[in-house]
T-cell receptor
Framework: GQNIDQPTEMTATEGAIVQINCTYQ??????LFWYQQHAGEAPTFLSY??LDGLEEKGRFSSFLSRSKGYSYLLLKELQMKDSASYLC??????????WGAGTKLIIKP | GAVVSQHPSWVICKSGTSVKIECRSL??????MFWYRQFPKQSLMLMAT?????????EQGVEKDKFLINHASLTLSTLTVTSAHPEDSSFYIC????????????FGNGTRLTVT
């Protein structure tokens, strides 16, 4: 079966750095997406990785290792507004998105 | 670019009635749109893939006669929840890609449906 694993919840301090991990087992691989979802709102696109390595976009970076079936989202200089759920999604061989359950990130002052 | 507009944002209806949710791609054409449902504290669940000019493809366990999907144009898809019941209360979200399978999904703002 297809499976995406990410921690249910994480807590971090304002101004700090946090890494949210995602491991996956899917039927084929056509890229991995990270989305941010604030409570009661729809997800918004953060990043896309299809090749191994690190993609940096401002305070957010995303890393992929296809051989390990592993990705992480790195958030730097955390702000209170970063409190949200972060969803990992993998596109399988049929170009269907397989979604993780999301990681709820709580930022404390 | 890549704005997806969804309407209404929230709706309350009585059990047994039908509710229509609209999803529009405002600045691009979408031959394919996706309808998701999300229950509180749960992951997004794909309900169906809406294809312009043809029948929608429903995921296993989703009743196609209950969740009617119409994709009449390249910029509009509608989801109608027929004979709604309280267990249909959920957050419904549509999404679309600009072009190509590798493009990210862009989501509408979602519709919170409450059936009383």
């Amino acid at each position: 079966g297809q499976n995406i694993d990410q921690p249910t919840e994480m807590t971090a301090t304002e101004g700090a750095i946090v890494q949210i991990n995602c491991t996956y087992q899917t039927s084929g691989f056509n890229g991995l997406f990270w989305y941010q979802q604030h409570a009661g709102e729809a997800p918004t696109f953060l990043s896309y990785n299809v090749l191994d390595g690190l993609e940096e976009k401002g305070r957010f970076s995303s890393f992929l290792s296809r051989s390990k079936g592993y990705s992480y989202l790195l958030l730097k200089e955390l702000q209170m507004k970063d409190s949200a759920s972060y969803l990992c999604a993998v596109m399988d061989s049929n170009y269907q998105l397989i979604w993780g359950a999301g990681t709820k990130l709580i930022i404390k002052p | 670019g890549a704005v997806v507009s969804q309407h209404p944002s929230w709706v309350i209806c009585k059990s047994g009635t039908s509710v229509k949710i609209e999803c529009r791609s405002l600045d691009f054409q979408a031959t394919t749109m996706f309808w998701y449902r999300q229950f509180p504290k749960q992951s997004l669940m794909l309900m169906a893939t809406s294809n312009e000019g043809s029948k929608a493809t429903y995921e296993q366990g989703v009743e196609k006669d209950k969740f009617l999907i119409n994709h009449a144009s390249l910029t509009l898809s509608t989801l109608t929840v027929t004979s709604a019941h309280p267990e249909d209360s959920s957050f419904y979200i549509c999404s679309a890609r600009i072009q190509g399978e590798y493009s990210p999904l862009h989501f509408g703002n979602g519709t919170r449906l409450t059936v009383t």
